[in-house]
C-alpha cells in the first residue's frame, strides 16, 4: 500500500476484554514498530519485529501484551484483558532498514485510538 | 536512563512569525536525531533525520540544528502558516529499536 494502515481506527471495549489491532507496513519493509501514545505524551516503544520475528520486545508493559508477525508484513497486537489504563493511541510505523544503524525512514500509520471502559 | 527533553511544553506565535524548538537529550550511544511533526490524530510525519556529523539540515521552510557536543538540537520555523499548528517530536535514536521519544512541543500558528 502507499503507506502504513492501521486498523481499526477507533475500537471502544469493556473493562476484561480482548482486543486486537493490526498493522499493515509499507509493502518491502522488514521492520516494524509498535508505539503506545497517551494524551499529551510522545510515543512509547512497545516492540519491535525485524521480519517475522520480534527482535525487541522490552517495551511490553507486561504479559497481557502480545504482538505477532507471522509471515514478515502484517502485524497484530493483541490486548488480553484489557484495563482502563491501556486507553491510548496505538501507533505502528515501519521502516525499509532498521532505524538507529542508519537514517532509515520512519513511517506511521494514524493509530488505533483504544479506550476501555 | 536515555532522556529527551523538549522546551518550550507549548508555544502560541502569530501567522507568519518565526519560532525556535529546542531539544536536549542524554542518549547513548547516539546514532541520529529526528524531528517530527504530529497533526492532532494523526501519526507522526517526518520532518529531518540528522547523523552525528550534520550540524544543518533544512526541508523547506523547516531548519534543523545539531549541537552533538552539548546533545542539543533546535528547529527552526520560518514565515510560519496555520497549517504549522501542530506537535513537534524530537526522536533521538541509539540502536536499532532504541527511539526515545520526547513529550513534544504544542504549536499553535494563530491568524
Known amino acids: 500500500g502507499a503507506g502504513v494502515s492501521q486498523t481499526p481506527s477507533n475500537k471502544v471495549t469493556e473493562k476484561g476484554k480482548y482486543v486486537e489491532l493490526r498493522c499493515d507496513p509499507i509493502s518491502g519493509h522488514t521492520a516494524l514498530y509498535w508505539y503506545r501514545q497517551s494524551l499529551g505524551q510522545g510515543p512509547e516503544f512497545l516492540i519491535y519485529?525485524?521480519?517475522?520475528?520480534?527482535?525487541?520486545d522490552s517495551g511490553l508493559p507486561n504479559d497481557r501484551f502480545f504482538a505477532v508477525r507471522p509471515e514478515g508484513s502484517v502485524s497484530t497486537l493483541k490486548i488480553q484483558r484489557t484495563e482502563r489504563g491501556d486507553s491510548a493511541v496505538y501507533l505502528c510505523?515501519?521502516?525499509?532498514?532498521?532505524?538507529?544503524?542508519?537514517?532509515?525512514?520512519?513511517?506511521f500509520g494514524e493509530g488505533s485510538r483504544l479506550t476501555v471502559l | 536512563k536515555n532522556q529527551v527533553e523538549q522546551s518550550p511544553q507549548s508555544l502560541i506565535i502569530l501567522e507568519g512569525k518565526n519560532c525556535t524548538l529546542q531539544?536536549?537529550?542524554?542518549?547513548?550511544?547516539?546514532?541520529?536525531l529526528r524531528w517530527y511533526k504530529q497533526d492532532t490524530g494523526r501519526g507522526p510525519v517526518s520532518l529531518t533525520i540528522m547523523t552525528f556529523s550534520e550540524n544543518t539540515k533544512s526541508n523547506g521552510r523547516y531548519t534543523a540544528t545539531l549541537d552533538a557536543d552539548t546533545k542539543q538540537s533546535s528547529l527552526h520555523i520560518t514565515a510560519s502558516q496555520l497549517s504549522d499548528s501542530a506537535s513537534y517530536i524530537c526522536?533521538?535514536?541509539?540502536?536499532?529499536?532504541?527511539?526515545?521519544f520526547g513529550k513534544g512541543t504544542m504549536l499553535l500558528v494563530s491568524p
Open positions: 519485529f525485524q521480519g517475522t520475528g520480534a527482535a525487541d
Open positions: 510505523a515501519s521502516s525499509q532498514v532498521a532505524s538507529g544503524v542508519n537514517t532509515g525512514e520512519l513511517f
Open positions: 531539544c536536549n537529550y542524554t542518549v547513548s550511544p547516539f546514532s541520529n
Open positions: 526522536v533521538v535514536s541509539s540502536g536499532y529499536s532504541t527511539l526515545t
